[in-house]
């Protein structure tokens, strides 16, 4: 069956470090994969896009792998902050289901000071 | 901010009654979606629309219809809710193609007795 596991458990680092969120999934194949953060009560903002043929993609802070013979993307923010706690959540194009969005369950990034 | 506003942002109704939820945008984007987001399941497709009157089936549809007769409404309709169907509801619009970002509304909470 098709799977998309993002660790449910929150992850609590110290403000200042780098955080790593892992997206693995299982019998899909998809282009691209996005990452989209959400704040409680808010809708998710998307983060980044990175394609099948890009190893790495960078914006600012924030840096996305995609092994697609691993099948798994990792997130990273560097120098996190407290204002990075949200729920940063996976998503990849599912090519069963129209080329539509598949989207992880989140993981939950609490980052202390 | 994408110019995305969804109503009711709060309802609470009795099963059995027919419940519409609204999802109106002012950036003249082709795609719409409705999508469900419980804890344990992340988010998943209801229904989107690729254009006025072009609407189609997501993951978890039963019970659940769309109409869309403007470009800006997107309009979700619950025939006769459930308790199964206590969600928070998220809208969403994308450009011309479904490789491009998706920008979400703030949701809707909706609570079914």
């Known amino acids: 069956s098709q799977k998309i596991e993002q660790n449910s458990e929150a992850l609590n680092i110290q403000e200042g470090k780098t955080a790593t969120l892992t997206c693995n999934y299982t019998?899909?194949?998809?282009?691209?994969l996005q990452w989209y953060r959400q704040d409680p009560g808010r809708g998710p903002v998307f983060l980044l896009l990175i394609r099948e043929n890009e190893k790495e993609k960078r914006k600012e802070r924030l840096k996305v792998t995609f092994d697609t013979t691993l099948k798994q993307s990792l997130f990273h923010i560097t120098a996190s902050q407290p204002a990075d706690s949200a729920t940063y959540l996976c998503a990849l194009e599912n090519n069963n289901a129209g080329n539509m969005l598949t989207f992880g369950g989140g993981t939950r990034l609490m980052v202390k000071p | 901010d994408a110019g995305i506003t969804q109503s009711p942002r709060h309802k609470v109704t009795e099963t059995g009654t027919p419940v519409t939820l609204r999802c109106h945008q002012t950036?003249?984007?082709?795609?719409m979606y409705w999508y469900r987001q419980d804890p344990g399941h992340g988010l998943r497709l209801i229904h989107y629309?690729?254009?006025?009157?072009?609407?189609d089936k997501g993951e978890v549809s039963d019970g659940y219809s769309v109409s869309r007769s403007k470009t800006e409404d997107f309009l979700l309709t619950l025939e006769s809710a459930t308790s199964s169907q206590t969600s928070v509801y998220f809208c969403a619009i994308s450009e011309m193609d479904r490789v491009q970002p998706q920008h979400f509304g703030d949701g809707t909470r909706l609570s079914i007795l």
């Open positions: 629309s690729y254009g006025v009157k072009d609407t």
């Open positions: 950036e003249n984007h082709r795609y």
């Open positions: 019998n899909y194949s998809p282009a691209y």
